[in-house]
């Protein structure tokens, strides 16, 4: 089974990334149940605006398309700006559009059974409105969505440290990544069993 981690830090590599910092309990755990696991920070590659799959010269989206198409899992991990998820997961989900009219050899949709889920941090409010916009969208694009796919973390409200910063509520975002991947791993086996089928006419 795969898995693939899209990271939509507003920091270009090698920046130390928060986000990246709490993905990385949801990937322990996932490569703890065998699955192998790639990570793209998305702020890396130059993606053009647009909604297709590819949007011609220069466009590095068609090798994120390609790893999404090869995954079984799909993790989502964003920062909170301005309540909100970062303009480069916004831009992600544009360019996914795209999935909703691809199909596979059995004329569904290429994300049917696939799962997704989302992290989130930041240091103020918002994360679960940012859960929402992600899975609601990824929802849309066709990946399953099982419950409680998401862990996240914020300080609460007001400015303050960030998550590499504190060793506030660790251990509950820590113990909800785990269950998150739990579920991602236990939704995705069933999907491969008992595959959603194409949409009827």
């Given amino acids: 089974m795969r898995a693939l981690v899209l990271n939509c830090t507003l920091k ?26 790639s990570r793209i920070r998305l702020a890396d590659l130059d993606i053009k605006p647009g909604v ?16 999404l198409l090869a995954s079984d899992i799909l993790v989502v991990a964003t920062p909170t700006w301005v309540g909100r998820p970062s303009s480069i997961a916004q831009r992600m989900l544009e360019r996914m559009d795209a999935m909703i009219s691809e199909t596979d050899d ?5 994300a049917y ?10 240091n103020e409010d918002g994360a679960h409105h940012v859960i929402s916009e ?5 929802g849309d694009i066709g990946y399953t969505i099982p419950g409680q796919a998401w862990t ?34 236990a939704v995705a086996k069933a999907l491969q069993a008992s595959p959603v089928p194409a949409p009827p006419d």
């Fill in 134 to 138: 992600l899975a609601g969208g990824l």
């Fill in 152 to 185: 996240y973390w914020n300080k609460g409200p007001g400015p303050g440290p960030s998550y590499d910063e504190t060793g506030y509520g660790h251990d509950w975002s820590a113990k909800t990544g785990r269950a998150m991947a739990s579920n991602l791993v």
């Fill in 113 to 122: 059974n696939k799962v997704a889920g989302v992290v989130v941090t930041g």
């Fill in 12 to 37: 270009a590599s090698p920046a130390r990334s928060n986000t990246d910092s709490l993905a990385d309990v949801v990937v322990d755990a996932l490569e703890k149940q065998d699955v192998q696991v």
């Fill in 106 to 110: 059995q004329d569904r949709p290429v």
């Fill in 52 to 67: 297709t799959s590819d949007e011609g010269t220069g466009d590095e989206w068609p090798g994120v398309h390609e790893q």
